[in-house]
């Protein structure tokens, strides 16, 4: 987003902040001189970079006053100097970001030859690795980012660029590709070539979270023309985008697709919660447009995803996981970033739908940061509470397995939306879930809700406005000094790696860069929403909502041996061993099971042994089927 350099009325100039703070650092200095109660800064002895404690009774204070002042003088010119180099960090990186972005756009693009108009290419790296093709999930990313300027009043320059890229996926979503045509799944192509001509090549397709984030997009837009009166373009141009991409979440949501770093094929939590996110604000957009019954459909289709979102939760380890399959952790930037592009500033901080302040997201958040402190070499001296660079995932291989310039931004735009919130609500709420987050900035601080009238509401806000800048800083630090940001640093010395001028990696820092700044888009219907009693996970796409499939496998086993079957879709456990499903044994050495599937779903599937708590996988590659439409089939497998 543009943000607006000018110092608004409620944010100090430097000299004046840093007044403040000495003046408000000298108040509890003489408090504790003159009365002995030990309330100081802990890490005046322990050098803990947030903490606030307590010092030993027998501490001398006579001795050690004009020290420890000096102390909370150089403290607060840290933090100060800190700040100034964000500050001097965004307002440089800003418009060569919303230069970079801009350079990646077809037609006139000046790094995006060949781009058709309104195509956004992810970079213009051809080779190691070849990145100049065009992504339904960057484009929607990066023009939800633009919308959200244009709508904003921050860019009214805009309006052609943005035109241009409805006409441009009025044009893809009917291209034919190897995902199907525009009815038959085609929507769920990830990728196409930068002329909007199909791309034929292997991949890992279909990929569920486009059509979610490109309604979005569209909706933004679709909204503030209607405001607008401009009713009839919306309804000719626009909409019938939207609704192709709404119908495609309606009837695929429950099914699994590769996640959004096209790796994994199960059900992912980023793309869960982009689905739901798209159906509710389609809901209010097609009652706007006088459509109650689509609005109906979407209404009763968010519910079901929003009540599958949930599942998400690991309640032991407090954090979301984030995808259902591929044998990884779970700890991946998916989860920060679904919560900032699901951010609704009137939801507060509400849990069910994971809003940046939320007890879970901030769990999740500081879940997902510490598995990146001990497996880069640029983050090892760094204290165990302070920021530092983070990746996709921490058992990320690809490239190297480095830090990415968007996801360490992504951290730094969820807490600046989590401050956004309590600087709204007055104030800061602890729980059980979230006290790790927050102890990590105040080791006494307990559970509770915290006005803004309260000390521990100021130090814990100004602790994470430092925590998320310093994210920043780290961006800053590897950012080489003509601002081009890559896809990812390297994780022994920082400097650039992969993709050059990833557009992605340029929405991400304006999109922070906002965050900071306070700039917020309309809300989207997130405040107030209930979990359903009960929840479905059958869509609406009409007709059969399943088909009876019958598996097969001949397989001989020892006494107290079993055969399980697990798969990639929700069906069937999403690649779960511990929840895979038992076949019977009635017609041993044949084991079977007859299960409800949904129609014309592509799935991969295996079978497994388990034997006195062991698990035995029967060999690669593994095995595939597409449900029929209607009806019923039967699999007749052997074990290999």
């Known amino acids: 987003m543009m943000v607006n350099h000018t110092p608004s009325p409620t944010r100090r100039r430097p000299y004046a902040r ?228 709404l119908g495609y979440v309606v009837t695929s949501w429950n099914q699994t697709g590769f996640d959004l770093w096209e790796e994994i094929s199960s059900s992912s939590f980023f793309t869960t919660a982009v689905q739901h996110r798209s159906l509710r604000e389609g809901a209010t957009l097609a009652t706007a447009l006088g459509d109650q019954s689509l609005a109906t459909q979407y209404s009763t289709q968010a519910d079901n995803v929003l009540c599958f979102l949930q599942s998400y939760w690991n309640p032991t380890s407090l954090f979301m996981t984030s995808n259902t399959g591929g044998g990884r952790s779970g700890k991946d930037a998916n989860t920060a970033l679904a919560s900032i592009h699901t951010f609704d500033p009137a ?47 921490p058992e990320d291989v690809y490239m190297g397995g480095n830090p990415w310039y968007l996801t360490t931004a992504a951290v730094a735009e969820q807490l600046y939306d989590a401050i956004i919130v309590w600087k709204r609500t007055e104030s800061i709420e602890v729980t059980s879930i979230s006290l790790a987050f927050f102890q990590q900035f105040s080791s006494s601080v307990t559970a509770g809700v915290y006005a803004s009238s309260t000390t521990t509401y100021s130090d814990l806000l100004a602790a994470v406005q430092t925590f998320a800048d310093d994210f920043l800083a780290i961006n800053a630090k590897y950012t080489p000094s003509g601002g081009g940001l890559a896809e990812q640093f390297s994780r022994s010395n920082g400097a650039p790696l992969s993709a050059i001028d990833l557009t992605w990696s340029y929405a991400a820092a304006l999109t922070a860069f906002g965050a900071r700044a306070g700039v917020v888009s309309a809300s989207w219907g997130a405040s107030g929403l209930k979990v359903p009693s009960s929840c479905s996970t059958n869509s609406g796409g009409g007709g059969e909502s399943t088909v009876s499939i019958t598996f097969n496998e ?5 006494f107290g041996e079993n055969i399980y079957l697990t798969g990639s879709i929700y069906a069937l456990q999403d690649w779960s061993t511990s929840t895979a499903i038992l076949l019977s044994a009635d017609k041993y050495p044949t084991w079977s099971i007859t299960l409800d599937l949904p129609p014309s779903t592509f799935f991969q599937y295996k079978y497994i042994r388990k034997f006195n708590g062991v698990v035995t996988w029967e060999s690669d590659p593994n095995r595939q089927f597409t449900t029929p439409a209607s009806g019923s089939s039967v699999i007749n497998d052997s074990w290999r």
């Not at 339904?136 to 244009?150: E, G, H, M, P, W």
């Not at 640029?378 to 660079?389: E, F, L, T, W, Y």
């Not at 001949?554 to 020892?558: D, E, G, I, P």
Request: hydrophobic share 40%.
């Open 18 to 245: 840093l007044a403040h703070l000495i003046l408000f650092l000298s108040v509890p200095i003489a408090f504790l001189y003159f009365s002995g109660i030990p309330l100081i800064v802990r890490s005046a002895l322990y050098g803990d970079k947030y903490s606030i404690g307590t010092f030993d009774s027998n501490f001398d204070l006579t001795t050690n006053m004009r020290a420890l002042f000096v102390y909370c003088l150089s403290l607060s010119a840290s933090v100060w100097a800190q700040s100034s180099i964000v500050d001097a960090y965004v307002a440089s990186e800003s418009p060569i970001a919303k230069a970079g972005v801009l350079a990646n756009i077809g037609p006139s693009g000046s790094k995006s030859a060949g781009a058709k108009a309104g195509v956004v290419i992810a970079s213009p790296s051809t080779s190691d690795p070849n990145y100049l093709y065009t992504w339904t999930r960057d484009s929607s990313l990066v023009f939800k980012a633009l919308i959200d300027q244009y709508t904003l009043g921050l860019d009214t320059t805009l309006r052609t660029e943005i035109d241009n890229f409805v006409t441009a996926e009025a044009a893809v979503q009917q291209v034919s590709n190897p995902s199907g045509t525009v009815s038959t799944g085609g929507l769920g192509e990830p990728k196409f070539n930068i002329d909007l001509s199909a791309f034929t090549g292997d991949w890992g397709r279909p990929q569920r979270d486009g059509p979610a984030l490109r309604a979005t997009a569209l909706i933004t837009y679709a909204n503030w023309l209607i405001a607008g009166g401009n009713t009839s373009y919306v309804s000719n141009t626009v909409w019938p985008i939207i609704e192709l991409d």
């Open 347 to 393: 939801a507060g901080c509400d849990a069910v739908t994971f809003q940046p302040c939320s007890d879970k997201a901030l769990s999740s958040l500081k879940v997902y940061v510490d598995a990146f402190r001990s497996i880069y070499t640029i983050n090892s001296g760094i204290a165990s509470n302070a920021a530092v660079a983070t990746g996709r995932y």
């Open 554 to 558: 001949y397989a001989t086993t020892v």
